[in-house]
């Protein structure tokens, strides 16, 4: 059924929230959007670094202990 909207039906669709809802209403919304992307990626980078940081602590040195003063 999505697949036969096409151009045109978009462009009404978007006629339609526009005209519901207001352009104050639309731009403060996709605002909102912006800023939940933004904080998203914020916390995503932070979990990664997290698990790194974790990684890095739980790393163990396995060099034997003659190859250690080896240069």
């Known amino acids: 059924m999505l697949n036969n909207i096409g ?9 339609v929230v526009l ?21 998203f990626k ?3 980078t932070e979990g990664k670094a997290e698990i790194e940081a974790a990684a890095a602590e739980e790393a163990v040195d396995v060099t034997p202990e003659s190859e250690k003063d080896k240069v």
Do not use: H, N, Q, Y
């Not at 151009?7 to 006629?15: D, F, S």
């Not at 996709?30 to 800023?35: L, S």
């Open 19 to 39: 005209v519901l809802f207001g352009r104050g209403k639309i731009s403060s919304l996709m605002g909102e959007v912006g800023k939940g992307i933004t904080s």
């Open 42 to 44: 914020k916390g995503v």
């Open 7 to 15: 151009l045109p039906g978009i462009l009404l669709i978007a006629v």
